[in-house]
């Protein structure tokens, strides 16, 4: 290999070193590249210097992409989203823990983030290992949960608050709803992963909203824990790769007064199983 991969934390996420993401990999580079994504979930290469267009070339090399439902491209690039906070904003986008876009039928595969503008301290990201949560899950509960289905929607009152001022003026938002499995198999790896998510999980399919809470609630409560965890200290020009079928994941809004501005892109994903 020609890249340098130092892990985070044991279970998820490593900081890749060695590699230029403005050009091209190599076939040989991306499938070993990739093989890493695919283990450690998430990917951080600090010290890219990236246009909008190079980091749709970088993503689009890791799968087909995919426009985010909620907020327009920026202009002539219709595939990357800002994620923007301004320094009056009390609330920050996405700022509940989720695995993206479970409300769609096909769920995204992954995203990209490229940081353009950060806080001096504060607005970090942390993402937990949903295939190391499942394992550690004791046997009756796996056996509760592993053919249930979950209804998912995305407007969710706590959810809906964080895109409200991305949205376009004058616009008001589609509401996607579609039901996937409590417990999804990863299409490339095999693995079991927990995929329902405090945003977009309304509840178990059959099961009323309170009868199913406090079965969710200990599925996120026991995803989050440290020992699953890794957290992304942001730095300016810093390029994140993240898949969605195996991961949560949790922007802290602890910067208010400052503005924090990301470029999105992300990869279209298929149908959960």
Not at 16 to 44: A, F, M
Not at 116 to 131: H, K, Q, R, S, Y
Request: proline share 6%; charged share 20%.
């Amino acid at each position: 290999m020609n890249f340098n991969v130092e892990n985070i934390s044991p279970n998820i996420g490593s900081i890749i070193s060695g590699l230029n993401l403005s050009i091209p990999l190599t076939p040989e580079l991306l499938q070993e590249l990739r093989k890493t994504w695919l283990q450690r979930k998430v990917l951080v290469f600090p010290n890219q210097l990236l246009t909008p267009q190079q980091q749709v070339n970088c993503t689009r090399q890791f799968g087909e992409l995919d426009q985010y439902p909620f907020i327009e491209g920026i202009k002539g690039m219709p595939y990357v989203a800002e994620v923007l906070k301004l320094p009056h904003e009390k609330i920050n986008f996405g700022g509940v823990w989720h695995s993206d876009t479970t409300y769609l039928n096909e769920p995204a595969a992954g995203a990209s983030l490229y940081s353009l503008e950060i806080p001096p301290i504060g607005g970090d990201t942390i993402f937990c290992n949903m295939g190391v949560a499942y394992q550690a899950l004791t046997n009756d509960i796996k056996e509760k949960i592993n053919t249930l289905t979950a209804i998912n929607t995305s407007n969710k009152t706590a959810v809906s608050k964080t895109r409200a001022a991305r949205l376009k003026k004058g616009t008001t938002a589609k509401v996607y709803t579609h039901t996937h499995p409590v417990i999804r198999t990863h299409p490339e790896t095999g693995e079991k992963t927990i995929y329902v998510n405090e945003a977009h999980t309304v509840c178990f399919k059959g099961w009323s909203e309170k009868n199913s809470q406090p079965l969710l609630d200990l599925l996120y409560q026991h995803a989050r824990k440290p020992e699953f965890q890794c957290r992304i200290k942001w730095q300016k020009n810093m390029f994140v790769l993240w898949d969605n079928r195996s991961t949560h994941h949790y922007p802290i809004n602890d910067y208010t007064g400052y503005r924090r501005l990301l470029h999105r892109v992300s990869l279209k994903g298929d149908i959960p199983r």
